[in-house]
């Protein structure tokens, strides 16, 4: 008996694999579409791709097949000329059925042959489309109504047709629950959040909801990059309920790709999207998340997907950027004022510096200049002084004095290295003017690259943060 089910399980292995091996072949057919063309779409993270175009063939269906398997996850069936479409689920085992319905009612008229998920999944959207009428119907009577008591009784039938609609879907998971519309209804499960009491409420509640925000969804599906539901998910947890600041993201961050680590592709997928995120962000300080994810994943291997010339330059550019985090200590140069005298920008006592890059033939760079002159005149007697530096080298260097006392510069410390032996564009990563940084007076970078305009709110913000950990320092004695 042993043995016969040891075949039994090794047949049906195989045929597994076999039914692998044939590739995929979705037909669909509308009554009433006259459209010729149809697309098979497919969700990816946060857009959605076409996989397939097909002709409509002397039957009336669309056949879309292929001799490789399709990805799990959530299809779309795509109609043009308005791109109108309907959903269909692709497993590892629900690569080939048939669907057919009509323009007029398609979720309600839809007939699944051979794709058990697809026609679980439709006979749920039928039970939604069947409640929604009644449900806009007391949302209605609630809002017309006048009296209380009757408000009352009509919220209460609402409430229970929630109660409804969550026991079906509780059933649904229990009775299915490895399918794919499995996945998707629990996802869009709602956590039953306790209440919270006191001064504290707020932050509780806060605290609580970010720690059960993916409960319902399991991270670690990979069927779940080809649906509309992971996406969303992530991103209000990173963007919304994460508090804006480096170190927070990175917690976040960190904590999304270990658990997604089982789901191979949504971790590669998501792991390349953070990173082109806080690559190209312009939030001042974010580039300590892009700089984290390097250290954290790309130097150390968890990446195998990157080319090593890529993967070079990307931890190239983390370690260019590590020294000018904010919070760091700005790197010392020695550069050169007009006379040829040597002056180090670690030389200067005073409590906060303004190092400013600037060219001479920048066209943001002239844009900025009346800002920053103006910044100075209102700024220098707060112990504020600017340490502007001119890029120009070799013989164009001249054009830096030129422009000084054109501008009228001369009112703040003014330096240049012709032949850079300081290496700061090296070392300050200058690939573009103008840059700003500002430094407190242990050097120490408080802010960087923002605008001229920028300045006076940032420096004000600054000042006003100095002083209050003064008095909070002088309280404390």
Not at 57 to 82: C, I, R, T
Not at 138 to 157: C, F, H, P, S, V
Request: hydrophobic letters at 35%.
């Amino acid at each position: 008996m042993n043995k016969f089910i040891c075949l039994l399980v090794s047949s049906l292995l195989c045929l597994q694999w076999v039914h692998a091996d044939q590739g995929y072949r979705i037909e669909v057919k509308i009554d009433g579409l006259n459209q010729t063309e149809a697309y098979l779409g497919y969700h990816y993270g946060e857009k959605q791709y076409i996989q397939d175009t097909v002709q409509v063939n002397e039957n009336g269906s669309f056949v879309f097949e292929g001799d490789e398997a399709l990805k799990a996850g959530v299809y779309l069936f795509v109609m043009p000329p308005d791109n109108n479409f309907f959903q269909l689920l692709v497993t590892d085992e629900e690569q080939q059925y048939k669907v057919h319905t009509t323009m007029a009612n398609m979720v309600g008229d839809v007939k699944i042959d051979n794709g058990p998920d697809n026609a679980l999944f439709y006979e749920y959207m039928k039970m939604l489309g069947s409640l929604r009428p009644r449900g806009d119907k007391l949302n209605k009577d609630i809002e017309a109504a006048t009296d209380e008591a009757q408000k009352e009784k009509l919220r209460k039938e609402l409430a229970g047709l929630g109660d409804e609609v969550t026991a079906y879907q509780q059933k649904l998971i229990a009775e299915h629950p490895k399918s794919l519309t499995a996945a998707i209804v629990r996802s869009a499960l709602e956590v039953d959040i306790p209440e919270f009491e006191g001064e504290m409420a707020d932050y509780d509640r806060w605290q609580w909801v970010k720690a059960h925000w993916f409960d319902n969804i399991s991270m670690g599906d990979d069927r779940l990059l080809r649906s509309p539901v992971l996406f969303g998910k992530i991103d209000h947890y990173v963007n919304k309920l994460t508090t804006q600041h480096p170190d927070s993201i990175n917690q976040a961050i960190d904590r999304i790709l270990g658990m997604l680590e089982p789901a191979e592709e949504s971790f590669k997928y998501y792991l390349i999207h953070f990173l082109n995120s806080y690559a190209k962000s312009k939030i001042v300080g974010f580039d300590a998340v892009y700089v984290h994810i390097v250290d954290k994943y790309y130097a150390k291997g968890l990446a195998p997907w990157t080319e090593d010339e890529q993967l070079k330059k990307i931890v190239e550019n983390s370690d260019k950027l590590k020294p000018l985090l904010i919070g760091k200590t700005a790197p010392d140069i020695t550069v050169y004022k007009e006379s040829g005298e040597s002056i180090s920008l670690h030389s200067l006592e005073v409590p906060f510096t303004v190092l400013f890059f600037w060219d001479p033939d920048c066209g943001h760079c002239k844009k900025s200049m009346p800002d920053m002159l103006k910044f100075h005149d209102k700024y220098k007697a707060k112990g504020v002084e600017v340490f502007a530096v001119c890029t120009k080298v070799g013989k164009d260097n001249g054009k830096c004095w030129e422009t000084v006392e054109e501008k009228e510069m001369g009112r703040w410390i003014n330096v240049t290295d012709q032949w850079l032996r300081s290496k700061y564009k090296t070392i300050y990563d200058i690939r573009t003017t103008p840059q700003i940084y500002i430094l407190d007076e242990s050097k120490t970078i408080l802010s960087k690259r923002i605008a001229a305009t920028q300045l006076e709110e940032v420096m004000d913000q600054l000042i006003k943060i100095r002083s209050e950990e003064k008095d909070v320092s002088g309280s404390g004695k």
